[in-house]
């Protein structure tokens, strides 16, 4: 993999944590209980995809020193 792939998948990566700033701040917002349904879902999906891609960027990366 080249290093403007990884670079992506950084990028990927710091857009994940933009979009769970952004989540925490709208918590603070005296949502609806509705609305925090719907952020706690986001939140979730947004960790789990995050995790994922953590988890590529890893192999990629101890492949790499092997």
């Known amino acids: 993999m080249s ?3 990884i670079e ?4 990927k990566r710091d ?3 933009n979009i769970l700033k952004h ?3 709208e ?3 005296e949502p609806t ?3 925090i349904k719907k952020i706690k ?3 979730k999906n947004t960790l789990n995809e995050l995790d994922k891609l953590q988890k590529e960027i890893s192999q990629i990366v101890s492949k790499k020193h092997d």
């Open 3 to 5: 290093e403007f792939d």
């Open 8 to 11: 992506k998948l950084f990028e």
């Open 15 to 17: 857009s994940y944590l």
């Open 23 to 25: 989540i925490t701040f």
């Open 27 to 29: 918590l603070m917002m």
């Open 33 to 35: 209980d509705e609305e």
């Open 41 to 43: 879902e986001l939140e």
